[in-house]
């Protein structure tokens, strides 16, 4: 049962922050400095649960995309979308054959965190009274894409938050639009990254020592506080700046900095 219950915690603080611009690395760091580490496996369950629930949000813009690829606009965008994934693919391929990439420790996420809260206050100062723009160009994909590698190498970083800034700053201003885009490149490449770590985990025998009953439990979890999470957020951005955010990131590096 207190398995059980941890799954559930856990759940809920991956559904919660995956993408939310508040870093699910550094908030599951935490959580599990309290509750114990958990598996490779189970991250990766939880995590699965959080990229299907924005896959049933967008649905329909996926269908769309998909069943009206020959149509002009949608194939610029999907385009778009795939020029972004393989190059951060090519780039986290990269930065992994360097050894470009910081430990899980709570010093580098909570700087991380802090530094991210004063990249958000400085992106939405610099984007205030500028036309909102909401094209996807090219340069916009680019940049996005190089975003995603960032966010691979800085644990703290937060995926969301870097390829929603990046956006921004790359000329969508838009907050939604800039957020959409974030989050459909945020689906292949998370459910990329989520395959790669399942095949090394069970080639690693893992799944053997797994209890399966936390696995679902927290896959579940994750999946609905994740859908809540982010049909929120799609909400709130229709008339509200991330500063918020940014407040809270600050705050709880500061607090991670202290408590060491």
Known sequence: MEHLIEAIVLGIVEGVTEFLPISSTGHLLI???WLG?????????????????????YWRRLLDLSVGFLQPANRDYALKLGG??????AGGLLAKKLGLELPETVTPVAWALILGGLAIFAVEAWVAGKPEGTRITWTVAVVVGLAQVLAAVFPGTSRSAATIFAAMLAGCRSRPAA????????IPTMFAATALETFE???AGQLAQEPLAD????????AIVAFVA??????????????PFAWYRIAVGALLLIAL
């Open 215 to 222: 696995l679902a439990v927290g896959f579940v979890v994750s």
């Open 201 to 203: 985990a069970v080639k």
């Open 31 to 33: 959580a599990e400095h």
């Open 84 to 89: 972004a994934f393989l190059l951060t693919c």
């Open 179 to 186: 957020t959409e885009f974030a989050f459909l490149l945020g």
């Open 37 to 57: 580490r958990r598996s490779d496996l189970f991250n990766i369950a939880i995590q699965a649960g959080a990229i299907l629930a924005v896959v049933l949000i």
């Open 230 to 243: 982010v049909k929120w957020l799609l909400t709130y951005i229709q008339t509200h700046r991330f500063t």
